[in-house]
């Protein structure tokens, strides 16, 4: 028999969420991010899916030939920027637009060969301090750019939020600010907006957001789920159990034996581990949905299997479905159980995980 250890992606979830964005910001164009293999639901199935985007985010020329590979045609821009000289073809040749974040893409981009003009956008780092120019730097970058025979002349301005999932701190509006100020005048369309900020920052929304995570159903704001947004989880990561056992008081379960049954119980154990990409270090109590309904997690999870307290659920027997994160119970709430977040979850399922689309 197969695992029975599957992602379902939910592609009329990933429109849902699509149209929401519209909905939040109406007046804003919508790049749809997809690095990461679309967050780790499957680059091509996410970009056919969300066809109705205006353009794509990828972190990796690659993305971009698969994207292009797939048949589809609609502009992508390289957010991390791209590395080295040779770049610049694969640019031209996928027709990709580029972030610009660093004086040495500037010299790369001074003696590109002629050819097609190449889509800058200018990177601002307002405060973020990753990538990013100096805010006192960019006008000058921008007069360089503007004048280079190989960069188009519509730059796009933009810049990256470090905490607008914090809706109560002052690190946006500041970074807002630093953007203003840096770029009055300037010609160009403006970017600004993360997923946290198409939620809660409509000052940020400008010219084109860049949603990634509540495309895919997940909110980055402490304490809450993409669904008390109007979001619906994108992916459901499902298994089955494959034994059930009546464990005696006392005794311990799994590795290191962690757990001690505090009476006689029925114990269950689902085909699912770390080596399907669930997080070992998620501790006991960590809710799984056992036939729709809660249970928790006992013990240490293994590579391939966990095992599940069964005392709510003394019928439970083999083959029942074990749902651990998606529809009825969010990533989020597993990301916080495992000290992360539900982007990582979904990044990080491995390549024995059968993906199914519904
Ligand atoms: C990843 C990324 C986004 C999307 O962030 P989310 O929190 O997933 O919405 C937007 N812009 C840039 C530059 C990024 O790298």
Known sequence: MARPTSATIHTDALRHNLSQVRQRAPNSRVMAVVKADGYGHG????????????AFGVAALSDAERLRAAGLSQPIV????????DDLSQLRRLNVETVVHHVTQLEMLEQA?????????LKLDTGMHRLGFAPEYV????????????VADD??????????????KPQTREQLHV???????????RSLANSAAVLGWPAAHADWVRPGGALYGISVVDGTSGTDFGLRPAMTLSTRLIAVNRIRKG??????ATWECPEDMPVGVAAIGYGDGYPRHAPAGTPVLLNGQRANIIGRVSMDLMT???????DAKPGDPVVLWGVGLPVETIGAAADTIGYELVCSITRRVRFVED
């Open 43 to 54: 680059l091509e199935r996410v970009a056919r899916a969300l066809t109705g985007a205006d």
């Open 78 to 85: 390289l957010l991390s920027g791209f590395d080295e000289p």
């Open 113 to 121: 060969p002629p050819g097609e003009p190449i889509r800058c956008w």
């Open 139 to 150: 006008r000058e970058a921008h007069t360089r750019l503007w004048a280079m025979p190989a």
């Open 155 to 168: 730059i796009v301005l933009m810049n990256h939020f470090a905490s607008s999932d914090e809706f109560d």
């Open 179 to 189: 953007f203003a100020e840096a770029t009055a005048g300037l010609p160009g369309v």
């Open 251 to 256: 005794e311990r379960i799994g590795y290191s």
């Open 308 to 314: 599940i307290d069964l005392r709510a659920q003394p």
